[in-house]
């Protein structure tokens, strides 16, 4: 089992930035991928970003690529997520996921362990 606990969420006016944590614990961090998903309401869990389990390889959605940086912290078991240039439609609640595939993949059914999720309201 791996535990997942996110944190960093809030209120931020447009263009703004904030950045997620995701800190686990239980099995080991670096047997993972990690990947950050978002659910705005009413609509499907979408991909945001995933890294490899050394952190040398990232992926972004399309709709985020340039504002948003995933980064981990094997040595404290931390995932992060900086997100800049907040814009109306990045609102949502941001999850972290763990994934036994080495590389993050964009598909949420291939991710064995979620957290609770953070909301990210923007503001104009």
């Known amino acids: 089992q791996v535990q997942l606990v996110e944190s960093g969420g809030g209120l931020v006016q447009t263009g703004g930035s904030l950045r997620l944590s995701c800190a686990a614990s239980?099995?080991?961090?670096?047997?993972?991928?990690m990947g950050w998903f978002r659910q705005a309401p009413g609509k499907e869990r979408e991909f945001v970003a995933s890294?490899?389990?050394?952190?040398?390889?990232?992926s972004y959605a399309d709709s985020v690529k340039g504002r948003f940086s995933i980064s981990r912290d094997n040595a404290k078991n931390t995932l992060h997520l900086q997100m800049n240039s907040l814009k109306p439609e990045d609102p949502a609640v941001y999850y972290c996921?763990?994934?036994?595939?080495?590389?993050?993949?964009?598909?949420?059914?291939?991710?064995?362990?979620w957290g609770q999720g953070t909301q990210v309201t923007v503001s104009s």
């Open positions: 890294i490899n389990w050394t952190g040398g390889s990232t």
């Open positions: 996921a763990a994934t036994r595939h080495p590389v993050g993949l964009p598909f949420s059914s291939l991710y064995d362990y």
């Open positions: 239980g099995r080991t961090f670096t047997n993972y991928a």
